[in-house]
């Protein structure tokens, strides 16, 4: 009965020290958006998510280098809450806030996310995402991300289709590969690649 206690507190105690690390590593960061690395699928309740990747990120004709983070956990059965943060050289910058809605869940998933971002202004996002697994391993997700961006002299409406595969590559890790399409004059395109790590 001892030993249960005991684990159960390292593994209450490694969560709190691993939000806090996403925390600290998202609020450190130079706080537009669109990339979003998550699939419709539902995290389990109490499950964290790391996500890293450097970007690529074209506009005007110019490519810029940036580094995209993500932290999520599942919250109840039907939410999860994601904090997201993407700096690059451009100016843009940003921190994000999400609150992903399972619409369906099973095969294919279906979700809707929800919440804000600042940075270079302010603004408001949505995303409607739907997965297709693929095999045991992979899973091919896409979708449509819109935001509305509050800035100083204008207001804009980015919006991109993103697609991608996610590859199982470990237990609990695994591997993205994501497109994001500017489709608005105001929406820069967007290639990542990164990994998710599962705690």
């Given at each position: 009965m001892v030993i249960v206690k005991t684990h159960n507190?390292?593994?209450?105690?490694?969560?709190?020290?691993?939000?806090?690390?996403?925390?600290?590593?998202l609020l450190l960061s130079v706080a537009s958006h669109a990339q979003v690395y998550n699939t419709a699928q539902k995290l389990k309740s109490g499950t964290f998510r790391l996500c890293v990747a450097p970007l690529l990120v074209t506009r005007n004709g110019n490519i810029d280098?940036?580094?995209?983070?993500?932290?999520?956990?599942?919250?109840?059965?039907?939410?999860?809450?994601?904090?997201?943060?993407?700096?690059?050289?451009?100016?843009?910058?940003?921190?994000?806030?999400?609150?992903?809605?399972?619409?369906?869940?099973g095969t294919p998933a279906l979700s809707l996310s929800t919440g804000g971002h600042v940075g270079p202004?302010?603004?408001?996002?949505?995303?409607l995402d739907l997965a297709f697994p693929v095999g045991n391993t992979a899973v091919?997700?896409?979708?449509?991300?819109?935001?509305?961006?509050?800035?100083?002299?204008?207001?804009?409406?980015?919006?991109w289709v993103f697609l991608g595969p996610r590859i199982q590559i470990r237990k609990n890790t695994t591997l993205f590969l994501e497109v994001d399409i500017g489709v608005t004059n105001v929406t820069p395109s967007i290639l990542g690649l990164g990994l998710s790590f599962y705690l």
């Amino acid at each position: 009965m001892v030993i249960v206690k005991t684990h159960n507190k390292e593994a209450g105690m490694r969560r709190l020290i691993v939000s806090s690390v996403i925390a600290c590593v998202l609020l450190l960061s130079v706080a537009s958006h669109a990339q979003v690395y998550n699939t419709a699928q539902k995290l389990k309740s109490g499950t964290f998510r790391l996500c890293v990747a450097p970007l690529l990120v074209t506009r005007n004709g110019n490519i810029d280098p940036g580094l995209y983070v993500l932290g999520g956990v599942g919250v109840t059965s039907i939410m999860d809450l994601y904090l997201s943060s993407r700096v690059t050289s451009d100016n843009r910058s940003n921190f994000g806030v999400d609150i992903q809605w399972a619409l369906v869940k099973g095969t294919p998933a279906l979700s809707l996310s929800t919440g804000g971002h600042v940075g270079p202004g302010i603004g408001v996002d949505g995303t409607l995402d739907l997965a297709f697994p693929v095999g045991n391993t992979a899973v091919f997700y896409g979708g449509l991300d819109a935001d509305i961006d509050f800035e100083l002299n204008e207001t804009t409406v980015p919006v991109w289709v993103f697609l991608g595969p996610r590859i199982q590559i470990r237990k609990n890790t695994t591997l993205f590969l994501e497109v994001d399409i500017g489709v608005t004059n105001v929406t820069p395109s967007i290639l990542g690649l990164g990994l998710s790590f599962y705690l």
